[in-house]
Each structure stands twice: as C-alpha cells, then as structure tokens.
C-alpha cells in the first residue's frame, strides 16, 4: 500500500509542477524552499543534546506551536528544538521570531545565517526549515541530518511514508492539537484499511474535542494512545489585562501576543489615522470574492445617517492578492467617497511616509503588510474574519476577541467549526447564514450597521468572545504534560 501511495503522490506532483513553476514565477513562492522539501536540511543542529522536530504548517499552526514550544523547553530544558513549516508565511514567521528569541545557537555553515550567541532562555529554538516531501528518500534524508527523538506535528498532518520511516528508527512521533472535520474524515475513509496502519505509526493523538477523537479513533488510532487536551489556539496569545485600556497600551505588530512595544502600538495610531473617534470595520484574512461584498455593504453602512464617519480596513488572506485587491478597491463606489489609501506606502513599512496625513482621512485601508492584523483589531469597532462568505473554510476569530471585539463571520467556516461553534452556542458572534451575493451584501451590511449603533449589543458580543478564550484555556499544560509522560524519560 505504501508503494501505491507513493506512485499516486507521485503523479498527483507531477500534475501541479505547471502550476507550483507558475507560482514560483510570479510569485517567488516554492523555489527557495525546494532544496530543504528534497531534505537538504542545512547542517547546524547541535548534536549533543537530543531533538523535538516541531512541524506547523503555517502561521496559524505555528502560532498554536509557539506557547506548546516554550513549554517544552522549560519542562525539558536538555533538548534543542527545531521548527519545519511549509508555506513561505509560516516560515518567514518562524525565522523572525527565532532571530528574535534569547537562545543558545552553534555557528552556522557557510550562506546559512544565525544570530549571535546569547544566554538560553524559554523561547530557544535552534533552526527553522522546510518539511521534506513525502517521497522515501527526501523523509530519510532530512531524518539523517536532524536525527530527532520525537516529531511534534500540528494539527493532523498525516504524511504516510514520514510517519512510517518514523516508526522503522523508534523515533516518536506525536500529533498536537490534532482535528478531523467531518469532511476530512469522509475523505480518508476511502482508503480505510491503508490510514489504520499508517495510523497505528503515530505515537500518541492529543486532540482538540470529543469528536475529533471518535474519527481518529475510527479511523484505526489506538485508543489506549490518543486523548482529547482541547485547543492550544485558545492559548497562543497571552490576554490583555484591561479590554478597556486606552490608546497607548503596548501591542506586538507581528502577532496577537501582547508586548511592551508601545512604539509600534504608537507608529500604528500615528500613521494609519486611528487616534480619531471614528467607527472603524477590520475585515481580516478575506477570500478571493469577498472584497466585493465587504466594499459593497460598506457602501451601504456609510450612507447610514450618523455612520457617515465609518471606515473600513482591508487586509486579504494571501499577500498575492495585494495588487488585485487594489484594484478592487480603487473601482469600487465605496473609495470615490473620501478616498482609501494602502498600508505599504505610508511610514513603517520602509516605504515614503509622506501619505501618512491623508491616511488620517483615508476611507478604506488595504492592510497590505505582514503580520499587523493582530494589533488593528484591537482599534476596530466591527471585526469580520473573512474567508467564511465563500467557501473558503473560515479562519481564526480567536485574535479579535482578545480584544472583546463584536465578531461577524459567514456561513463558511469548516476550518474552525469547533471554535465557531463555541462562540455561537455563548451567543458571542454574529453569523451571516445566507448565501448569495446580493443576500450577503444586504445582511452584512444590516449586521455592521447593528453593532456600529448598538452599543451594549456590540459590547454584549465582545464580552463573550472575551469569556470563551477565558474558559477554554489550558490546552497547553495538558498537551504538554502527555508528551512529557510519553517521551520525557527518554530524552532527559
């Protein structure tokens, strides 16, 4: 079965290499990472003490990883960690935050940079990289030159030939914060008999919820093996003491972790005009076809009598789309009326700052920058998290309600079903169920209107947003404290 999998991973590669060059020619994506996902890892682990390999996706699994990372090293503080990714974002993420990170690292070869040497800390890991492919000789290679104890995987990421050649050196391999939509679990049970024995190579499940762990458990994992910890997502960012604070309170601009730059806090109110009273909608993380239904129902919230002063930022998903969303903006009704400006070409960003006085006034904000959505949600009257009016699968509402922003989301959001579902049933979201253009645009725009002039409704779906990430926390502790009992003894 396993040579069936790899012909069929094969061919399906062979099927999207047009479509992987195309994107690494227009976009620089997939061809720096290439040599990493073949498993030419670089040389530079410390080979002296043992290894947790932590694999997250992107940069919504990494972020889930950070908290989990630093508690590994506290509770185990013999070993080294390294982090894999496998989108460019994830990655970029990943490598800022190590530079940035107090932590003992060992010089580099020749092209491979580090920082310098400092005093280990909590936050040390020692390399970031690419995941390999699942083909058997790139798994082998990059297992040859990491050499790990234990694979930490995020989410559910099953990669048969990895898992497999895993299990062949005893190396234990734990799947963390692991969920199997409904969707999902169909697919795989297509091929039930393969994933029960590609399954039985992991080592140990540490889910998200009760049912996550029926799938799994049907689908051939070892119950006496996987166990139900929660959500590490509710624990990737520390709370803010005071909802309320005023401007001036510290943000960190690269994630929704809270800091003690208030500079950045400060530069954000500066250059981006926030410092006024004026209503302000955050759509967050949008989908190819959502703009238009946003800039749409924004249209109609401005014309609102008393929401006249109302403004909207947009800031898509996938920084590709920058430029097509420009466009969006700049032929849509909604800009005619006060104009709109984009985030990288004002001061901050490295580009000319002289724009900054019309950004004060500007109606509509393209946030076309990484990692600055977390701290623009905390100025937002009004949050939609976007990817959710199409069938996009969702994504995280968990950064708005650090702040006990009123949440609106659509009716797409498999990705975080859970999570929506917990906000939903506490009555801490609005939800748009309709579908159809014209049917989103005028309950949008109903929903944003609502929460612009009810101020106890907004605040009401704040507060409860705010009282769900305090009720399920704790993920963390838990998933930390089954690895330890699971393969602590052994790399102490």
Known sequence: MYLVYSMAFTATFAAMLPYFIYKAIRHGKYAASLKERLGFIPRTLDRTAPVIWVHAVSVGEFLAAEPLIHGLTRELPGLRLVVSTTTLT?????????????????????????????????????????FPFDWRFAVKRALDRIHPAAVVIMETEIWPNFLDECRRRG?????????LSERSFSR?????????????SVT?????????LERVILLGADP???????????????????????????????????????????DLIRVLGLHGPARL???????????????????????TPGLGDARLTLAPRRPERFDEVARIISGSSAASDGGWVRRSRVGGQGAPGGL?????????????????????????????????????????IIEPALFAKPIIVGPYTDNFRQVTNDFAEAGALARIEVTGRRAQVESLATTMTWLLTDKGAAES???????????????TGRTIAAIRSTIGQGIR
């Not at 940035?100 to 580090?114: F, L, M, N, T, Y």
């Not at 140990?204 to 049912?211: G, I, S, Y």
């Not at 929660?230 to 800091?259: M, T």
């Not at 993380?285 to 800039?295: F, K």
Request: glycine share 8%; with cysteine.
């Open 281 to 303: 909608i955050v759509a967050g993380s949008t989908a190819d076809g959502e703009e238009e239904i946003l800039l749409a129902a924004f249209l109609r919230v401005i014309r």
């Open 90 to 130: 994830g990655q970029a993420l990943a490598k800022d935050r190590m530079a940035k990170s107090d932590c003992v690292r060992d010089a580099a070869e020749p092209g491979h940079s580090r920082p310098p040497a400092t005093a280990p800390s909590e936050s040390c890991w020692q390399d970031v990289f690419y």
């Open 356 to 396: 900054a006085n019309d950004v004060a006034t500007a109606r509509i904000i393209l946030l076309d920058s990484i990692g600055e959505l977390a701290s623009i949600y905390r100025f937002a009257s009004v949050v939609f998290v976007g990817g959710s009016l199409v069938p996009a699968g969702g994504h995280n």
């Open 188 to 200: 795989y049970r297509l091929a039930r008999r393969f994933m029960r024995q590609v399954l039985r």
């Open 224 to 266: 006496v093996r996987a166990s139900v910890c929660g959500n590490l997502k509710y624990d990737a960012a520390r709370l803010p003491a005071a909802v309320s604070a005023e401007p001036g309170s510290s943000l960190e601009h690269r994630s929704p972790v809270v800091s003690s730059n208030a500079a950045v806090h400060e």
């Open 171 to 179: 190396i234990a391999t734990i799947i963390a914060n692991g969920r």
């Open 204 to 212: 140990l499940f540490l889910v998200q919820t009760r049912a996550d």
């Open 461 to 475: 779906l704040g507060a409860g947003a705010r009282r769900i990430l305090e009720m399920n926390r704790g993920a």
